[in-house]
């Protein structure tokens, strides 16, 4: 892709945009359409799109392969974790009112924003997980 | 590319069955990272399909299992069925106290958080096996590329 000129400034100008809509659509999903799910697979479309135009190589030094396996792990007990702390807080696995006593509704808003960030960072690193061990074999 | 279209054509009728949050997903997963993973599968593997053979084995079980499939639309409500089950059970307490309970605006993000927080905890358990499968599958090790 060294010649497509167009393309790589395309991409370049676009790149930051798609980033910042991913975590407009993780922060925002209580408001408006989106969540952890759809951020997390929107980021890691902006990392592929990155390794399509500018080689896998290049986006792997971006996100490296060992940051993947941990933010993989780190989402799943972000959100295994809210629910002990619940427990912890004297409520049942995952009921969110226990984190704050005394608004149970900001309590909710509290769970819910970091059990979709943990959904989010899951399901980014998993998508680019999965393009790399494609890419991988491309490469051979 | 075929299916990236239709991807992309299913998130369109989807945000006009006001299912934003569906669309939203089929858009960003179906037309974008599953073509890019299909082109590379394809690129991956051979382009061209074996001259397939005709199992009459395969055959039957594919028509023994449409049929049960279709002998269970049978009993599904009617299309848009108001009194259907699945409007009567929890649905209305959803609609109606989410907003006291939960206090978030989007209905759909308090169903998949708070209420069904189990079962988005599953699903995101699943989505990590899925990776880790990817990763022990087809990930080269640096011990291979030495051999």
Not at chain 1, 51 to 61: E, H, N, Q, V, Y
Not at chain 2, 113 to 136: N, P
Request: glycine residues 10%; proline residues 4%.
């Amino acid at each position: 892709m060294r010649h497509h000129s167009i393309l790589r400034a395309v991409t370049k100008f676009f790149l930051p945009y798609i980033l910042l809509f991913a975590l407009y659509t993780q922060f925002h999903g209580d408001y408006g359409p989106g969540g952890g799910f759809q951020a997390g697979v929107i980021f890691a479309a902006a990392i592929i799109l990155y390794g399509l135009i500018f080689t896998p190589k290049l986006a792997r030094r971006v996100v490296p392969y060992r940051a993947v396996y941990i933010f993989m792990a780190l989402g799943i007990l972000l959100y295994a974790g809210v629910g002990i702390a619940t427990i912890l807080l004297g409520g049942n696995y995952l009921d969110y009112n226990a984190l704050n006593h005394h608004h149970p509704v900001h309590g909710q808003h509290l769970g819910i924003l970091l059990v979709e960030l943990g959904v989010g960072i899951t399901v980014a690193a998993v998508v680019i997980c999965i393009y790399y061990a494609f890419a991988d074999r491309l490469e051979s | 590319m075929l299916a990236g279209l239709y991807s992309l054509l299913s998130a369109c009728w989807m945000v006009a069955l006001d299912a934003v949050d569906v669309a939203f997903t089929e858009a960003a997963v179906g037309a974008g990272v599953s073509t890019v993973l299909m082109l590379m599968t394809l690129a991956v593997t051979a382009r061209r399909e074996k001259a397939p053979k005709f199992s009459f084995s395969a055959f039957l079980v594919v028509v023994v299992t449409g049929g049960f499939l279709i002998y269970g639309t049978f009993d599904m409500p009617a299309w848009g069925d108001p009194d259907a089950p699945v409007h009567q059970h929890v649905a209305p307490r959803y609609l109606n106290e989410s907003y006291e309970e939960v206090g978030v605006p989007n209905v759909v993000t308090s169903v998949l958080a708070s209420y069904r927080g189990y079962d988005t905890l599953g699903e995101t358990v699943v989505i990590f096996t899925a990776g880790l499968g990817v990763m022990l599958l087809l990930r080269k090790r640096k011990k291979e590329d030495e051999l």
